[in-house]
């Protein structure tokens, strides 16, 4: 399937717009400050280019079940996918911009979820103490269901491009 999803920023300190969407493997970034005439300024790139160079798992897969969500409260984005290696190394891969302009710099992440069980179906929330992740959760081996999963990511150190843990 397709996994077609993205969400719509603002840039305060520049008063522009921007929606990102990523379908799958790849991602595309416009200006919709003006709705009539939308502006690509990024793209379509393969997912997994957000973590291109450093030698993680997540810039070697590009496996999709892909998030782009705006967070509000701090006008950050936050992106991400799973990387699978089958049968016992799951992880999801998670990009913090740091800035409110998407095609700036991220803060880069790599959590192996599992080595048994793998992550499917990501869904993220935005609370101010921290990214909610949910996910469905099956078997590496037989892949029957195992479950539902949960995580918190720390925000508050990802958002100043600290190390932070999934819990």
């Given at each position: 399937?397709?996994?077609?999803?993205?969400?719509?920023?603002?840039?305060?300190?520049?008063?522009?717009?921007?929606?990102?969407?990523?379908?799958?493997?790849?991602?595309?970034?416009?200006?919709?400050?003006?709705?009539?005439?939308?502006?690509?300024?990024?793209?379509?790139?393969?997912?997994?280019?957000?973590?291109?160079?450093?030698?993680?798992?997540?810039?070697?897969?590009?496996?999709?079940?892909?998030?782009?969500?705006?967070?509000?409260?701090?006008?950050?984005?936050?992106?991400?996918?799973?990387?699978?290696e089958d049968p016992d190394n799951y992880h999801q891969c998670i990009?913090?911009?740091?800035?409110?302009?998407?095609?700036?710099?991220?803060?880069?992440?790599?959590?192996?979820?599992?080595?048994?069980?793998?992550?499917?179906?990501?869904?993220f929330g935005v609370w101010p103490d921290g990214y909610y992740m949910?996910?469905?959760?099956?078997?590496?081996?037989?892949?029957?269901?195992?479950?539902?999963?949960?995580?918190?990511?720390?925000?508050?150190?990802?958002?100043?491009?600290?190390?932070?843990?999934?819990?």
């Open positions: 399937p397709p996994d077609t999803q993205g969400d719509i920023g603002y840039d305060p300190d520049t008063g522009k717009k921007y929606y990102v969407q990523w379908v799958n493997l790849s991602f595309k970034i416009w200006d919709v400050s003006n709705p009539a005439s939308p502006l690509v300024t990024y793209g379509p790139a393969a997912g997994n280019t957000l973590w291109a160079g450093t030698g993680t798992i997540c810039a070697s897969h590009n496996d999709g079940d892909p998030i782009t969500q705006f967070d509000h409260l701090a006008n950050r984005w936050l992106m991400s996918q799973f990387a699978l990009a913090v911009s740091q800035t409110a302009d998407p095609n700036g710099a991220w803060y880069l992440y790599d959590y192996q979820t599992s080595d048994t069980v793998m992550n499917d179906y990501p869904k949910t996910v469905n959760q099956f078997d590496g081996s037989s892949y029957a269901w195992a479950g539902a999963g949960v995580a918190v990511f720390e925000r508050a150190a990802m958002l100043d491009g600290l190390p932070a843990n999934m819990i």
